[in-house]
């Protein structure tokens, strides 16, 4: 399917935006009128530019406030849209974009309405310009598509017809199905945004919230197909509004871009399979199976790599052995697999550089490594190959966005992976087994990537995503949303700060970026791992009475399970009959810290409400120590 975005969607001045939209792949581009206003040069230069670029401008956008007129105003915009089909000749674009007047003092009267437009056709035809009327939600009168279809047959000119606008339709809870009506045609673009469910004016909706397909909650999948039903076979363009992307890069947004109009069309793709397309819709590889995490490495040296040592230790880790030809250790608990990797002059040196001690790289355990980075590469992850030593299995790895890596590894190779990379000493190896899995890995991100990250996880790995959520932190709120692997073997919360004083905030901003801020492992008895980390020496986070007497009335607990909670200072949720049961530890060196959980009964969260209480520890235990160094 022929792609394209509209220049407002992007960050940088014009040039930028063109340079970033060629690279990302797309064919064409919408230019907007707000670019061409502040460009510094003639509107003839943009057409080479694009042109050496090999990018089509496919339309100019938007004229507005055009139509419903008093007949002396409406002479006076006649003057306006002529300099427009000027500048329009001199672009080489070949349409323009009449959005519905949102003028109040426009008639509502759509004889009169279509009068005026035929009018400007008839301009548009002496200038070879074809020309496209869409509804606005926001419009003074015509705001469905249905009545901007019922002006464009009034005005009847082969001249105009109609563009229609994803976000207009569906964020205002008009449906795909009212597309049926429309011949395919007669529809000269189709705009896509895509937005959150949340209860706000359409305006600001689309100002501030508007995203890339795949980013937000409408069907643009159903809306696609609608479309494609009318046999349209033009571009699909998108045009997003978001505060967020003024503080990215064009390239970066260009980028998410192509990504999210890959995902939607392989998505169509899915759910007309048996229908005859008319169009070529994109047919990536589908996701590989991901069945959990099959390691995290760590990037430490000196002395922070010896505290991460004795804080595995105390957490009932194995150190098996030493990589055959790398300064790497490998520990084990039960199913658990971590590696902590200080050699000098490697991709981990370099991480741990800029952001101190930290999750450098996670291995996804899949039953097709092949196809995973296959998957990854069409939606433009980057290949990541490090130096392969003699006695090391090459593991194919994309960089993720923050630029740590994603190591996909296949069930086969991970059976004797360690065996072949690390002299392991056996005898240390299968006592104290505790742990099953990690259980989720949760992360921190700088404000405005949200929407970027979750769209990765679901194009590049297939990753389904949770619905957005706020938590309170005792300094602000903080905005979390979990992407999980089908089945939710692997299950990653993204957490992003609203205001710069919460805990997620200051994590981004000692870490130097998007971090790691928990891992969290999962274990077959609560009560047993905690008994047993106790006694290693791991240092959990104390939790107070009141929280104990607070479960009790809420959950309805019995007065002894209450009290086996408090004295081991597990915390406690339930939804249905779904149980979570879980212990954090203290932070490491205030970076992130360890969670130990249990769930049961398919309890699907993270055990949020008692975040609140988690935070508050923390914050205590920060005052504490501030105390003892001040004396
Ligand atoms: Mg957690």
Redesign the pocket.
């Known amino acids: 399917m022929r792609r394209s975005i509209a220049t407002v969607s992007l960050s940088g001045t014009l040039e930028e935006k063109l340079e970033s939209v060629a690279a990302a792949g797309f064919d064409a581009v919408h230019i907007s009128d707000s670019d061409i206003l502040y460009y510094g040069d003639t509107p003839h230069s943009v057409k080479s530019l694009a042109g050496d670029l090999g990018l089509a401008i496919d339309a100019y956008q938007p004229l507005r406030d055009l139509e419903g007129l008093d007949d002396q105003a409406f002479r006076k915009n006649l003057d306006r849209i002529k300099r427009k089909f000027d500048l329009m000749a001199e672009l080489g674009a070949p349409l323009a974009l009449i959005s519905a007047s949102t003028l109040t003092s426009s008639s509502s009267d759509h004889e009169r309405i279509a009068a005026q437009l035929r009018t400007v056709a008839e301009l548009a035809a002496q200038r070879d310009i074809r020309l496209a009327y869409g509804a606005l939600s926001w419009a003074a009168h015509i705001r469905d598509v249905a009545q901007a279809w019922e002006i464009v047959q009034r005005v009847g000119s082969p001249q105009l017809d109609l563009f229609i606008n994803a976000f207009q339709m569906l964020a205002t809870g008009t449906t795909s199905q009212n597309l049926r009506e429309i011949p395919g045609a007669r529809i000269a673009a189709v705009l896509l945004a895509d937005a959150p469910l949340v209860t706000i004016d359409p305006v600001s909706k689309n100002r501030f919230y508007s995203c890339f397909p795949g980013e937000g909650d409408l069907d643009l999948t159903a809306f696609v197909q609608a479309v494609l039903k009318t046999d349209y076979t033009g571009a699909l363009t998108l045009e997003v509004f978001n505060e967020a992307f003024r503080s990215s890069s064009s390239r970066q947004i260009a980028d998410d871009g192509m990504r999210s109009l890959r995902l939607l069309e392989e998505n169509v793709r899915l759910a007309t399979s048996g229908d005859q397309a008319k169009v070529a819709l994109f047919d990536p590889p589908p996701p590989a199976k991901v069945s959990g995490v099959e390691f995290l490495e760590f990037a430490a040296s000196g002395a922070d790599a010896e505290a991460l040592d004795s804080w595995f230790t105390s957490f009932g880790f194995h150190k098996l052995g030493k990589h055959r030809s790398k300064n790497v250790f490998l520990y084990r608990n039960g199913r658990v697999n971590l590696a902590l990797n200080s050699e000098p002059d490697s991709f981990a040196h370099s991480y741990y550089l800029m952001h101190g001690p930290s999750v450098c790289a996670i291995g996804l355990r899949t039953d097709d490594d092949q196809r995973a980075l296959s998957r990854a590469l069409t939606f433009n992850a980057t290949r990541y190959e490090g130096r392969v030593g003699p006695n090391e299995l090459s593991i194919p790895a994309i960089r993720g966005l923050d630029g740590s890596l994603i190591y996909f590894v296949a069930e086969h190779d991970a059976k004797n992976l360690y065996e072949i990379e690390f002299a392991i000493e056996p005898s240390k190896d299968g006592s104290n087994a505790l742990l099953e899995a990690v259980d ?1 890995l ?1 992360l921190s991100l700088p404000s405005g990537q949200m929407d970027s990250r979750v769209l990765f996880y679901r194009a590049v790995l297939g990753f389904e995503a949770d619905a957005t959520f706020l938590l309170a932190d005792p300094n602000g709120l903080v905005k979390s949303r979990a992407v999980s692997s089908r089945g939710h073997s692997v299950r990653i ?1 993204l957490n992003t700060s609203v205001g710069q004083l919460t805990g997620t905030a200051r994590q981004v901003s000692t870490q130097g970026g998007a971090a790691v801020h ?1 891992v ?1 492992f999962e274990c077959d008895d609560i009560f047993a791992t905690v008994a047993s980390l106790r006694k290693s020496g791991a240092r959990l986070l104390d939790i107070p009475a009141n929280y104990y007497e607070d479960l009790a009335a809420r959950f309805d607990l019995k007065d002894e399970f209450t009290a086996k909670l408090k004295s081991a200072h597990i915390l406690y949720d339930r939804i249905g009959k779904g149980e979570f049961l ?1 212990v954090y530890s203290e932070p490491f060196q205030d970076r992130f810290f360890f ?1 130990f ?1 249990q769930r049961t009964d398919g309890y699907d969260e ?2 949020a409400a008692n975040a609140p209480f988690r935070m508050a520890a923390i914050a205590r235990l920060q005052r504490a120590r501030d105390r003892l160094n001040v004396m």
């Open positions: 989720h949760a919360p928990h969290a879980h969670e959980v993270y055990g």
